[in-house]
């Protein structure tokens, strides 16, 4: 009997690479979900309580967008929040939480681990966290995601900014090179995806590559892959703070020996090559 896996925001940047991984490997009946319906191959749902129950759930519907949820108010806040009691409600037998990194906060100067302090900073943060400890209560499974990049990402991020600028004359603007971040290749986030939908067990699990780089550094490496070793990079900040955020991967490697394959540089290799 195969094990039914549901994806929800099959849609998404995450989610279809996802259900695509997840449709190649035997024994899993993928049933990937969203609120698009884009080309028949997925359940098209006007409301996510409406997700179909499984064995196992992928839920991924969440806004990523930081920006979004915070200025979203408190509606969607509780909207979430009782999506995910409706799916609790189904009787998974496992259930993975898609959280994010940024519940650390940005203080640090050293990897945050799985038991590192974490912070209610906004409604984003309170969101993740709210949702994260649903899904601990009854035995599931929250990954807290660094920054993913590969085809198909957002626009509205640095890393795409960075690369759009290779297009134009002069030098590269960034709003702040300060800020130390976390970049993981998305087929590497798919990997430890498909670890935990077959072997994880309940707990909090960090994914990342361990590695922080400045804003800075990552444009000087945009540059420097696409031949342009001579270009300059702009911050627009003036004298900002300090800003850390890097998680610490030892937990997954050390229980299911997952490790990424890809660095940062071969990860924008790659992005550059296909633009």
């Not at 979004?68 to 509606?75: K, L, P, T």
């Not at 900073?121 to 920054?147: C, F, H, M, P, S």
């Not at 970049?183 to 994914?207: H, K, P």
């Not at 800003?243 to 550059?272: A, C």
Request: hydrophobic share 40%; with cysteine; glycine share 8%.
């Amino acid at each position: 009997m195969r094990l039914s896996v549901v994806v929800t925001g099959a849609s998404g940047f995450v989610g279809s690479a996802l259900v695509k991984k997840l449709k190649s490997v035997h024994g899993i009946k993928v049933i990937p979900v969203s609120r698009s319906g884009i080309d028949g191959s997925h359940i098209s749902v006007h409301d996510y309580r409406d997700t179909p129950a499984g064995d196992v759930l992928v839920h991924l519907a969440e806004n990523p967008d930081r920006f979004c949820v915070n200025n979203a108010g408190e509606d969607y806040i509780n909207e979430s929040e009782m999506i995910l009691d409706a799916m609790i409600s189904k009787g998974y037998s496992k259930i993975i939480y898609c959280s994010s990194a940024v519940v650390y906060s940005d203080a640090g100067n050293v990897p945050y681990t799985e038991e590192s302090p974490v912070f209610s900073e906004d409604d984003y943060t309170r969101l993740k966290l709210n949702n994260e400890q649903r899904v601990i209560n009854v035995g599931g499974i929250v990954v807290r995601l660094a920054n993913i990049i590969g085809l198909g990402m957002a626009k509205n991020n640095v890393l795409s900014d960075i690369i759009f600028q290779l297009h134009e004359d002069g030098p590269i603007s960034v709003r702040n090179d300060r800020p130390v971040r976390d970049f993981i290749w998305l087929d590497d986030v798919i990997d430890a995806l498909e670890i935990l939908i077959l072997e994880g067990r309940v707990g909090v699990f960090n994914i990342g590559t361990g590695v922080g780089i400045s804003i800075r550094e990552m444009a000087e490496t945009v540059l420097n892959v696409a031949g342009k070793n001579n270009g300059a990079v702009k911050s627009l900040a003036v004298s900002p703070p300090s800003s850390y955020n890097v998680v610490d991967i030892g937990k997954m490697r050390s229980t299911y020996g997952w490790s990424p394959k890809l660095t940062l540089e071969q990860s924008i290799e790659f992005m550059v090559s296909e633009i």
